[in-house]
């Protein structure tokens, strides 16, 4: 997450998706995308804005509110030679198409003996924000980790979401695309010509020594204002996004756990069953007993995301929480430690007003 | 559409393989030599031969997991299938599907799905596949009658009729939904004139008979080949046997053998078997006989899989 260098072109994440789409689709006729109103004025926040008129209404359209039978269509195309793109503005409307993912798509390789395979993109926006309530905030990608036969990504900068995008598009296996709409307004770097953020690598964000903090999707930035906000404290962790969860690159994270012997996971979303909870077994299994790695997980408050903004704040785990925890983590200390008030600005998340 | 005696036999040879395949796989099932479900077709053959003897060997087949007829009236390989039911590593998914789950992409049959009505969205998009890459094939997806209750049974239809997608929905009625009648499911029995309301023609073959079928059949294949969008066809038809399993179950007491009684005596094996004459039948009585103990004996003889093929598939 270094600065862009002078004359590098910058693009926001929303824009760095919708490139990645516009030039496979440009490449690849095979490549279609389709969802409840991926056509229309609004345009899935942008990200689907200006393809209809590009590629036409055979390969851009949108589609009956039918979830379950819309990914169905897409996972039967696929198996016949198309690569469709299905998108859902809202992660929590992916419970209406699980039947279809998991009982099919998942399986299909390895129940038909990889006599048939099903390259196909679910994208979904995880809300957050403007009182997005119990039923637009989710992010459950751990109920898809759970299923061999899956890809999951949680793309978390502009760089990536485009990388990933092709990467997961390019792919012959069903690939659950998360994107998180706070992030699609954030900006890096991200290079014109096409290029493939692979499968199962994760990304060191930012070095350091005193502890190995991984951030999912929105969560990584999280940790990287954490970090930030630890600046006076002399305290440096190292912050990991893994990007993938499925397949999972355990590797980059076990090397930097083992070296700063604390890690903490900051998922973004419930702890329990969570990737937290994954990625640590994985780690402690593979560092073993006498590897002394301290490990803690952060993630949303165990109950349903409240509307009311009063008590949305505290349902997320905000930086100067989570600084707190390293702070924690790497002194002892559970003291009343508060950043400096220049540092905390800083570290506020983008607001937007709503109603969408 | 009127069947002439080449007609008559390939379609009598059809039922008489399908037939003769499940009394052949209910002998062996009890051997435990196949150590997965079966669901038999026994009674229910002419949908799936009256339909699937329309279609263009480019058409696309698929099924549910009561699928051995459809495969096998479409040309899926005996010897793989016999070979997946027995687990072997020569089976038509390297053992790993099933009699639930047969697949023959050779004669484009899509992969048989084992989750009520999940294969009917699926057929629906292998249509959305042949109309964007102007194939000319089309798709016809069987079903049964439980199916039709499923929320995702009318999301493909009104889809389908929308994008006047090239598909033929073919629900096979056998009047249950494991033990579950329709009197105990269905508030009227309208099913036709409720799809008929999705904006596709519907059209209602109560009889079994495989001629009526097959004329049903080829009138909407054409007018889908045309491009006039979907159609749907419901089949009254009976399951002789168990929902699953290779038993008769009429002293279960959820259904008296009285029901099954007209339909056995309309079966149409022995009928169309009438219609040609005995040395012609006896030859294809004698092929079909030959190429099951070949089948058999091929499965039994066939290697299982190795253990390294656990994990074989699990990604493309």
């Given at each position: 997450m270094s600065m862009p260098e002078c004359g590098a072109r910058v693009l926001s994440y929303v824009d760095a998706l919708r490139e990645g789409i516009t030039q496979e689709m440009a490449r690849d006729p095979s490549v279609l995308l389709f969802g409840l109103d991926v056509d229309d004025h609004k345009a899935i926040q942008g990200s689907t804005r200006g393809l209809v008129d590009r590629f036409g209404p055979e390969r851009v359209f949108g589609t009956p509110l039918s979830e379950d039978a819309m990914t169905g269509v897409a996972i039967g195309a696929a198996m016949t030679g198309l690569r469709p793109i299905h998108v859902h503005i809202r992660n929590d409307f992916l419970m209406l198409a699980m039947n279809q993912i998991v009982n099919v798509a998942a399986k299909a390789h390895s129940m038909y003996g990889g006599r048939v395979s099903v390259p196909l993109v679910i994208r979904s926006i995880i809300g957050k924000s403007w009182g997005q309530g119990a039923q637009h905030s989710q992010a459950l990608y751990p109920l898809f980790m759970h299923v061999p036969g899956l890809k999951v990504v949680l793309p978390s900068t502009a760089h990536d979401a485009k990388g990933c995008m092709i990467a997961a598009i390019r792919d012959d296996n069903p690939v659950i695309f998360i994107e998180h709409r706070l992030l699609y307004f954030t900006e890096t770097e991200v290079p014109e010509a096409p290029y493939a953020v692979e499968p199962g690598r994760a990304r060191i964000c930012a070095a350091g020594d005193a502890a190995t903090v991984v951030g999912i999707s929105n969560a990584a930035r999280d940790c990287l204002r954490a970090r930030a906000l630890l600046q006076d404290t002399g305290i440096t962790c190292e912050v990991i996004d893994p990007i993938w969860l499925s397949p999972l690159d355990t590797d980059t994270i076990l090397a930097s756990a083992a070296r700063t012997k604390r890690l903490l996971v900051v998922d973004n979303g419930w702890t329990t069953c969570g990737a937290g909870a994954e990625i640590i077994a994985r780690v402690l299994e593979r560092a073993g007993p006498g590897a002394g790695i301290q490990v803690d997980r952060m993630g949303f408050a165990p109950t349903p995301c409240p509307t009311t903004p009063w008590l949305e704040a505290d349902f997320y785990p905000q930086p100067e929480r989570i600084a707190r925890k390293v702070l924690c983590m790497v002194t002892g200390r559970d003291d009343d430690w508060t950043p400096n008030a220049a540092a905390r600005q800083q570290s506020e998340d983008i607001a937007f007003k709503g109603p969408f | 559409m009127h069947p002439n005696r080449t007609d008559i036999a390939r379609l009598y040879e059809s039922l008489r393989l399908i037939r003769r395949v499940e009394e052949a796989i209910a002998d062996v099932y009890p051997t435990d030599r196949i150590k997965s479900p079966i669901h038999l077709s026994i009674g229910q053959e002419a949908v799936s031969v009256g339909v699937i003897d329309t279609l263009a060997p480019a058409d696309i087949v698929a099924a549910s997991y009561r699928c051995h007829a459809a495969y096998l009236a479409k040309g899926g390989d005996l010897k793989a299938m016999i070979a997946e039911l027995f687990g072997k590593a020569a089976g038509v998914a390297g053992g790993k599907g099933g009699s639930m789950h047969l697949i023959a992409p050779e004669v484009n049959m899509l992969g048989a799905s084992a989750v009520v009505a999940t294969q009917i969205p699926l057929a629906v998009g292998a249509a959305l596949t042949q109309k964007m890459k102007g194939t000319g094939a089309i798709v016809a997806v069987f079903l049964g009658d439980g199916a039709t209750e499923e929320g995702v049974f009318h999301e493909s239809l009104n889809f389908a009729a929308l994008k006047r997608l090239p598909v033929l929905f073919v629900c096979e009625n056998n009047g249950y939904s494991i033990h579950t009648p329709l009197?105990?499911?269905?508030?009227?029995?309208?099913?036709?004139?409720?799809?008929?309301?999705?904006?596709?023609?519907?059209?209602?073959?109560?009889?079994?008979?495989?001629?009526?079928?097959?004329?049903?059949?080829?009138?909407?294949?054409?007018?889908?080949?045309?491009?006039?969008?979907?159609?749907?066809?419901?089949?009254?038809?009976?399951?002789?046997?168990?929902?699953?399993?290779?038993?008769?179950?009429?002293?279960?007491?959820?259904?008296?053998?009285?029901?099954?009684?007209?339909?056995?005596?309309?079966?149409?094996?022995?009928?169309?078997?009438?219609?040609?004459?005995?040395?012609?039948?006896?030859?294809?009585?004698?092929?079909?006989?030959?190429?099951?103990?070949?089948?058999?004996?091929?499965?039994?003889?066939?290697?299982?899989p190795p253990l390294e093929d656990l994990l074989a598939h699990v990604h493309a």
């Open positions: - | 009197r105990a499911r269905w508030a009227t029995d309208r099913l036709t004139e409720r799809v008929a309301t999705y904006g596709l023609p519907a059209a209602r073959i109560a009889d079994g008979d495989v001629f009526a079928i097959r004329d049903q059949a080829a009138g909407f294949v054409a007018s889908i080949r045309d491009g006039r969008g979907p159609a749907f066809m419901e089949v009254q038809t009976y399951r002789w046997k168990e929902h699953v399993g290779p038993n008769a179950d009429f002293d279960a007491g959820y259904r008296p053998e009285s029901e099954a009684r007209p339909w056995i005596d309309n079966d149409q094996l022995p009928r169309l078997g009438a219609l040609i004459d005995a040395e012609e039948r006896a030859a294809i009585d004698a092929r079909v006989e030959t190429a099951i103990a070949e089948a058999f004996a091929f499965a039994e003889a066939a290697s299982p």
